[in-house]
């Protein structure tokens, strides 16, 4: 049976390799600023910027099976060179512009139905210069464990915690062979992640070969974030 699904920020990286995944056997629905990548798709587009818009309800159906956002930030500076707005910046970008939408589309999540959330391994896993963003992912992880609490057992929430992952949102951290070389080598698995990989467990999250996942943090990292092999 075809899925109601709404993706926040899917016609780029993981997002859109979500929607190619899924847009043939369900129905797709994705909030975001472009569409052009979306064009081949057979998906239905609202236009939305996280930041600064109110989603337009009237333009989804009235169940959601699977709800999915995607917006995020990468902002690594020592701690003493990150200004307090930056701070603010990455919190309203990747926890309360979520918060928002998740406001907006709750009444409307189905019976047994899924959400997922993106983290990072940086919260589980100290690493320098990520205090702003992990401190940002960190309240993401904390705010899916209790909702997934409190929506049991109609509502799934479960985080995915992805190491780094090659999308435009990470080019300026790959942007040469060099870098690429270096990323991967700090991964046990030898490479930096694909918008696949993660793909693949987002769309196992949101499917019925999942249903007694909730309120987990599912760490998808090359093996970073559990194994020492330096």
């Given at each position: 049976?075809?899925?109601?699904i709404l993706l926040?920020?899917?016609?780029?990286?993981?997002?859109?390799?979500?929607?190619?995944?899924?847009?043939?056997?369900?129905?797709?629905?994705?909030?975001?600023?472009?569409?052009?990548?979306?064009?081949?798709?057979?998906?239905t587009h609202i236009?939305?910027?996280?930041?600064?818009?109110?989603?337009?309800?009237?333009?989804?159906?009235?169940?959601?099976?699977?709800?999915?956002?995607?917006?995020?930030?990468?902002?690594?500076?020592?701690?003493?060179?990150?200004?307090?707005?930056?701070?603010?910046?990455?919190?309203?970008?990747?926890?309360?512009?979520?918060?928002?939408?998740?406001?907006?589309?709750?009444?409307?999540?189905?019976?047994?139905?899924?959400?997922?959330?993106?983290?990072?391994?940086?919260?589980?896993?100290?690493?320098?210069?990520?205090?702003?963003?992990?401190?940002?992912?960190?309240?993401?992880?904390?705010?899916?464990?209790?909702?997934?609490?409190?929506?049991?057992?109609?509502?799934?929430?479960?985080?995915?915690?992805?190491?780094?992952?090659?999308?435009?949102?990470?080019?300026?951290?790959?942007?040469?062979?060099?870098?690429?070389?270096?990323?991967?080598?700090?991964?046990?698995?030898?490479?930096?992640?694909?918008?696949?990989?993660?793909?693949?467990?987002?769309?196992?999250?949101?499917?019925?070969?999942?249903?007694?996942?909730?309120?987990?943090?599912?760490?998808?990292?090359?093996?970073?974030?559990?194994?020492?092999?330096?």
């Amino acid at each position: 049976m075809k899925k109601n699904i709404l993706l926040i920020g899917g016609s780029h990286g993981i997002g859109l390799s979500i929607a190619k995944t899924l847009h043939e056997n369900h129905t797709i629905f994705i909030a975001s600023r472009t569409k052009e990548a979306l064009e081949d798709l057979s998906i239905t587009h609202i236009s939305f910027d996280a930041l600064t818009d109110e989603i337009d309800t009237s333009l989804l159906p009235d169940t959601l099976d699977g709800f999915v956002f995607c917006p995020g930030s990468i902002n690594l500076k020592p701690f003493k060179m990150m200004s307090l707005d930056t701070f603010h910046e990455d919190m309203e970008l990747n926890f309360f512009s979520m918060v928002k939408v998740v406001k907006s589309i709750i009444s409307r999540m189905a019976e047994n139905s899924s959400m997922v959330f993106f983290s990072t391994v940086a919260v589980g896993t100290g690493m320098p210069f990520h205090t702003s963003v992990a401190a940002a992912k960190g309240a993401i992880e904390g705010f899916a464990k209790s909702m997934a609490a409190e929506y049991a057992p109609k509502i799934r929430v479960n985080v995915i915690a992805p190491s780094l992952v090659n999308t435009p949102l990470a080019k300026r951290l790959l942007n040469n062979d060099k870098k690429i070389e270096m990323m991967s080598e700090r991964h046990p698995l030898k490479r930096v992640g694909t918008p696949e990989d993660i793909a693949a467990i987002s769309v196992f999250l949101l499917s019925d070969n999942s249903t007694w996942m909730t309120g987990q943090v599912v760490g998808v990292d090359g093996g970073m974030s559990s194994l020492n092999i330096n």
